[in-house]
């Protein structure tokens, strides 16, 4: 397996973050921790974006996946991005206590374990919450239930940047 990485941040919140101007719209971020392998992360991306009637794991994220029951910021870390131990690991993550009261949107960012690694990566992926909650609670009402974007570099990982990937990847969604 890959080396351990934090469950979270020091600065995360366990518990849902006052309520603020931003009102009750809510982002998780989930990285999704791959091995250096470019096939792996692209696998996880499908994984995750899979919408078919008959896989497990879409018909886990649509009926089963409690957003409200993980935390604002959590890691998971893969051998492999097979379907079922992506599944395995969000089943993992979810807490037993709801975490907020409201409708909450989760941003899967598929991220290599080195560019993980690189401190200011670990940094901006735990400010990408705040960045996306940033905006007007209408457009985060309008997000997708799920996005997933990828990290190809680590200079790539800054939350200004991954915000755009976001908003980019909810607009092709929704076409």
Do not use: W
């Amino acid at each position: 397996m890959c080396a351990h990485f934090p469950e979270k941040s020091p600065s995360t919140p366990k518990s849902s973050p006052s309520k603020s101007a931003r009102g009750q719209c809510r982002i998780k971020v989930v990285a999704v921790i791959t091995d250096d392998d470019d096939d792996e992360k692209a696998e996880c991306i499908i994984n995750l974006r899979s919408e078919e009637e008959d896989d497990d794991l879409a018909q886990f994220l649509e009926h089963d996946f409690d957003p409200q029951k993980i935390d604002y910021f959590d890691v998971i870390e893969l051998e492999t991005c097979k379907a079922i131990d992506l599944k395995k690991e969000l089943v993992e993550i979810q807490g037993d206590q709801v975490l907020t009261d409201s409708d909450v949107k989760v941003v899967f960012v598929a991220i290599s374990e080195t560019d993980f690694l690189d401190g200011t990566c670990q940094e901006e992926l735990d400010k990408l919450q705040y960045t996306l909650e940033g905006l007007r609670c209408s457009d985060i009402e309008e997000f997708e239930d799920f996005i997933t974007i990828a990290v190809d570099s680590s200079n790539e990982c800054k939350a200004n940047e991954m915000k755009e990937a976001v908003l980019e990847e909810n607009a092709e969604l929704k076409e």
